[in-house]
């Protein structure tokens, strides 16, 4: 019994070896992407996305927990706008701050406290096309070690990816009002 323990005990150090080895192959850093037509010019847009107040319509980490505690402090929108978060384990804590705000791009400084810290860049760009806007939507930022072993089972492509075409969707349907 103790020689199969043993056993055991090597091939389960084996494989968490491998896991680490591997996962120390992975990229330094991450970008999720996603991207929608939304048949508005951007203007219309433009005010969902620049200004946190607005938020609460459409991303989807706004539904996930009701009772989520929101602050509001720098500019009213747009370039130098803030805003806080404090929830559930689902949205965590966190805040956001746009850093660079025109009629083609929101550029926003994420940095998430809980349940892990991390320091990301997120980019709305919109693209006029005749009578709709692209609207592309990403996410970048670097991957730590723990990043890179949370990625060898899922990827942040698959944990947020979902998060972002809700978002999008949901701009898209106010928008297209």
């Known amino acids: 019994m103790i020689k199969i323990m043993a056993i055991i005990g090597v091939i389960a150090i084996v494989v968490v070896a491998v896991i680490l080895a591997y996962a120390t192959t992975r990229?330094?850093?991450f970008r999720v992407q996603r991207a929608t037509s939304i048949k508005a010019p951007p203007e219309k847009i433009l005010p969902h996305v620049g200004d946190f107040h607005a938020w609460g319509a459409w991303s989807p980490w706004e539904k996930m927990d009701p009772a989520l505690k929101r602050t509001f402090s720098g500019a009213a929108s747009a370039k130098g706008a803030i805003?806080?978060?404090e929830g559930n384990k689902k949205v965590g804590k966190g805040r956001m701050e746009i850093t660079d705000a025109s009629p083609s791009k929101?550029?926003?400084k994420l940095d998430f406290i809980e349940p892990f810290e991390s320091h990301?860049?997120?980019e709305f760009t919109l693209e006029p096309r005749g009578d709709s806007t692209n609207l592309t939507w990403t996410m970048s930022g670097p991957a730590?070690?723990?990043s890179k072993v949370m990625q060898v089972f899922v990827s942040m492509d698959a944990?947020?990816?979902k998060d972002f075409e809700a978002g999008l969707a949901s701009l898209k349907t106010i928008t297209e009002k």
């Open 27 to 29: 990229p330094d850093t």
């Open 159 to 161: 944990m947020i990816g």
């Open 120 to 122: 990301n860049v997120t």
């Open 144 to 146: 730590p070690f723990i």
């Open 83 to 85: 805003y806080a978060w």
């Open 106 to 108: 929101i550029a926003i």
